[in-house]
């Protein structure tokens, strides 16, 4: 059976819910597509240790501001799942939960989305999937032949799971630090860390609060014509939270370079020597989940769909959002997703009206 309705938002986390808050002010009759049985987005899925940047009032989506977390600073995932849970109640948005959407196509003058629930025809969609879903492990040599445990960062969820065992950790970013700062202050895993250049942290004041500042001062600037301040990637790649600087402190977190390959029982080292590894966490990033818009054939270099802002310049009728600068700036987070997403539901009020 095929349903009708104005947008069809593909993606029910924290992207999509700020697309939803923005779509019912603008009047649109819209439907929220979640691959999840539950509400929270990716953040149900992250590790038990994981904490937030920001302070919670640093950390909202539009109209509500998240409440602070009784004892932490910075909440941890569980009270940004319990938000987006509450926000999504709140106004009150069609989200249907459990429904996969495999692909959307060009159907004249609307789109098809084509769900594992049904078929969906629409007069736009905003495509808001992110990147967890498609965790990237990078083309090592040996990765084939090494006998021991292999997981991505989507995998990984406590200390208690590694101990006794020999853990590499590999990647320079915040993923690869916090991860390798958890199992470190654990005490019973004997982690290596190792990086492809060296460790580059912000300095320890610097928080999300600091970082959507940056941010928002690049964008201005560009929107100005003025150079390039470089924003947060000017600062640093690594965001010294609290346990990754007590870890470092203590000696705990220091990166070796990469390695020249994997052997069947660890790893071999650039200057030759091996080392015997349990399990290996690629913490090596993430693509955006879009082969859901494969059928439209609007992919340019490195897999990204070319954008003015959020709108896919081969097809106006579709909008990108939450998957980092290149569809708003610091869109791929809590407070900085709000502003792409109304520009995207005003961008479609002018097309649809």
Known sequence: MTQHTQVVVVG????????????????????????????????????DSLH???????????????????????????????????????????VQHGTRVDAVRSAGD?????????TWRARAVISATDTWSRPFPP???GRSTFTGRQLHTVNYRSPADFAGQRVLVVGGGNSGAQIAADLALHGRVDVT?????????????????????????????????????????????????????????AGLLTA????????????????????????????TGFRPALSHLAPLNLRGPRGR???????????????????????????ATLIGVGRPARDAARALTALLR
């Open 12 to 47: 029910g986390g924290q992207a999509g819910l700020a697309a939803g808050y923005h779509l019912r002010r603008q009047g649109l009759d819209f439907i929220v597509l979640d691959a999840d049985p539950a509400p929270g987005g990716s953040w149900q899925h992250m590790w």
């Open 52 to 94: 937030l940047f920001s302070p919670a009032e640093h950390s909202s989506l539009p109209g509500r501001l998240m409440p602070a977390q009784a004892g932490e600073t910075y909440p941890d995932a569980g009270h940004v799942v319990d938000y987006l849970t509450d926000y999504e109640k709140r106004y009150d948005l069609p």
């Open 110 to 118: 609307h789109l098809l989305v084509e769900a594992d629930t049904g």
């Open 139 to 141: 083309a090592t040599p």
């Open 193 to 249: 860390w190792a990086t492809q250049r060296p460790p580059h942290f912000l300095a320890d004041d610097i928080d999300g609060r600091a970082l959507f500042d940056v941010a928002t001062a690049r964008r201005r600037a560009l929107e100005a014509g003025r150079s390039d301040t470089g924003g947060v990637a000017s600062l640093g790649d690594i965001v010294a939270v609290p346990p990754v600087r007590t870890a470092r402190d």
């Open 256 to 283: 070796k370079p990469m390695f020249s390959q994997l052997t069947a029982d660890g790893v071999r080292w650039a200057d030759g020597s091996e080392a015997d590894v349990d399990t290996v966490i690629w913490c």
């Open 305 to 331: 769909i070319p954008t003015d802002g959020t709108q896919a310049l081969g097809e106006p009728r579709l909008h990108l959002l939450g998957y980092g600068d290149w569809t708003g700036p610091a869109s």
